[in-house]
């Protein structure tokens, strides 16, 4: 069910590069659940349960170094 949310429509792909790049964003982001999510957050305005969260950000360095590749080949980052 996770794969079919994933690809039932468009995604917008981006790479953040910044100090506390990931801790901001995931701050932003909110709770993997909404429910539990803090007003004004992403999840809070936009997810329709855990499953469908709206957003997904990487959780640390490495993983983020990983996931990247999914989107990108490297020649597009600058």
Same mark, same amino acid.
């Given at each position: 069910?996770?794969?079919?949310f994933?690809?039932?429509?468009?995604?917008?792909?981006?790479?953040?590069?910044?100090? /506390? #790049? $990931?801790?901001?964003?995931?701050?932003?982001?909110? *709770?993997?659940?909404?429910?539990?999510a803090?007003?004004?957050?992403?999840?809070?305005?936009?997810a329709g349960?855990?499953?469908? /969260? #709206? $957003?997904?950000?990487?959780d640390?360095?490495?993983? *983020?170094?990983?996931?990247?590749?999914?989107?990108f080949?490297?020649?597009?980052?600058?």
């Amino acid at each position: 069910s996770l794969t079919t949310f994933m690809s039932s429509g468009s995604i917008i792909a981006l790479v953040l590069e910044k100090q /506390n #790049a $990931i801790a901001d964003l995931r701050k932003l982001m909110g *709770a993997t659940n909404p429910a539990n999510a803090e007003e004004g957050t992403i999840r809070k305005k936009f997810a329709g349960s855990i499953e469908e /969260n #709206a $957003i997904h950000g990487s959780d640390a360095e490495d993983t *983020a170094a990983f996931e990247i590749g999914y989107f990108f080949a490297g020649l597009e980052l600058i």
